[in-house]
């Protein structure tokens, strides 16, 4: 009857918990050490207690570090690989430096803007797009074309939505494809600096905007700052113009 259960648990933590993406190996094997460990006390009703705690215990560890663990893998896309944080990098003459004068970026602590930047122009010559890069891009022509445009016609900002997805913004929480995105950059409420989205979130809520092929919808972490793709639309692959690598390091 324990051996059922215990294969029980098990498939069904493989299932809601170890498909995520985030959860390694190494944290997968650790929970099932520390449940065979519970079992080899054979002990009935403590067996059976410390089997419950341990699976809670567990299981918390996961909804601290993946989120909700029964929420369906299939309904929730990651970014494993972005980090929130901006690294120091070395400029190189073939790279450029921009300072940036917006807040719209910034999370609480002048991002991107306190410092130099440091963009590699020829970064996606051979890189792909990917989802969670901060760009340096052109605006589209419609708005380089606008004569009340008179700033730069270029800018900074994320990559939220790749080519043939369809986004939309709902309670301050990024939809792609009808799947929440499941990252910093996709939850508004995470940025201390986004304190509009805390007493009217909804303010922010869009329509579901297919992107077409050769685009990206682009957002800033600001979304009550940032000008981006929920003004102008997509902007087409051809208009970034590098990858911001970060701030730039003094030697």
């Known amino acids: ?20 993406a985030s959860f390694s190996e190494s944290r997968k ?8 460990q519970e079992t080899s006390k054979r002990v009935p009703v403590i067996f059976s207690f410390g089997i419950v ?7 918390l560890i996961v909804a601290l570090i993946v989120g909700n663990p029964f929420e369906p893998a ?17 400029y190189e003459d073939d790279m450029m430096l921009y300072e940036w004068i917006s807040d719209a970026m910034d999370r609480g602590d002048h991002h991107f803007y306190k410092d130099q930047l440091v963009i590699d122009p020829n970064y996606y010559e051979l890189n792909e797009i990917t989802r969670g890069e901060v760009v340096y891009f052109t605006y589209p022509e419609k708005l ?15 990559i939220v939505g790749l080519p043939g997805e369809t986004i939309y913004l709902k309670d301050a929480q990024v939809y792609i494809d009808n799947k929440k995105l499941d990252a910093f950059y996709g939850r508004g409420r995470d940025n201390v600096y986004n304190r ?12 579901e905007y297919i992107i077409p092929a050769d685009h990206v919808f682009l957002l800033g972490d600001a979304w009550w700052r940032s000008f981006d793709s929920r003004d102008f639309g997509a902007v087409p692959i051809e208009n970034i113009n590098g ?3 970060g701030y730039r390091k003094w030697k």
């Open 243 to 245: 990858k911001v690598l």
């Open 53 to 59: 705690m341990s699976l809670c215990a567990s299981l």
């Open 29 to 36: 094997l650790a929970v099932y050490q520390n449940i065979k």
């Open 196 to 207: 509009p989205l805390f007493e009217d979130a909804k303010e922010y809520d869009t329509k």
């Open 144 to 158: 380089r074309t606008n004569p009340t445009m008179n700033n730069e016609p270029k800018s900074i900002s994320r």
């Open 74 to 90: 299939s309904s929730v896309i990651t970014d494993p690989l972005t980090s929130p944080d901006i690294e120091r990098v070395v």
């Open 1 to 20: 009857m324990i051996d059922q259960e215990l294969k029980y648990l098990r498939e069904k933590m493989d299932q809601t918990v170890f498909e995520h």
